[in-house]
């Protein structure tokens, strides 16, 4: 079988980046995958919908009913920082209230 380019199949001025924009990634997971997830998340999971809100509140802050949500990097940065046996909730709590207190000269 003949391999298609993609620049055969549309016309782009920017080959590349046309066929980064077009990777799309498949995972597939059964109900047992999802309650193994759970743990995890804080929360039981049984559809795909529960678990994008799931995984979406892992990188959410709500303050006073306005809602941060932190990027995927930065999560990762801040539990790098968390060492020891320090959990991440408590410790992340404790930074974002300390960090706020210095902003604003407190």
Same mark, same amino acid.
């Given at each position: 079988?003949?391999?298609?380019? !993609?620049?055969?199949? +549309?016309?782009?001025? /920017?080959?590349?980046?046309? $066929?980064? =924009?077009?990777?799309?990634? @498949?995972?597939?997971?059964?109900?047992?995958?999802?309650?193994?997830?759970?743990?995890? !998340?804080?929360?039981? +999971?049984?559809?795909? /919908?529960?678990?994008?809100? $799931?995984? =979406?509140?892992?990188?959410? @802050?709500?303050?006073?009913?306005?809602?941060?949500?932190?990027?995927?990097?930065?999560?990762?940065?801040?539990?790098?920082?968390?060492?020891?046996?320090?959990?991440?909730?408590?410790?992340?709590?404790?930074? @974002?209230?300390?960090?706020?207190?210095?902003?604003?000269?407190?």
């Amino acid at each position: 079988m003949p391999k298609l380019k !993609l620049k055969d199949l +549309v016309e782009v001025e /920017d080959v590349e980046q046309a $066929a980064a =924009q077009a990777v799309a990634v @498949v995972v597939s997971l059964t109900h047992d995958d999802l309650l193994e997830l759970s743990p995890f !998340l804080g929360r039981t +999971v049984q559809t795909k /919908d529960e678990l994008f809100l $799931a995984c =979406q509140s892992l990188s959410t @802050v709500t303050v006073d009913g306005q809602e941060v949500t932190l990027e995927p990097k930065l999560l990762s940065r801040l539990k790098s920082r968390c060492i020891g046996k320090q959990e991440f909730g408590p410790w992340l709590k404790k930074v @974002v209230i300390e960090q706020l207190h210095s902003y604003v000269g407190w």
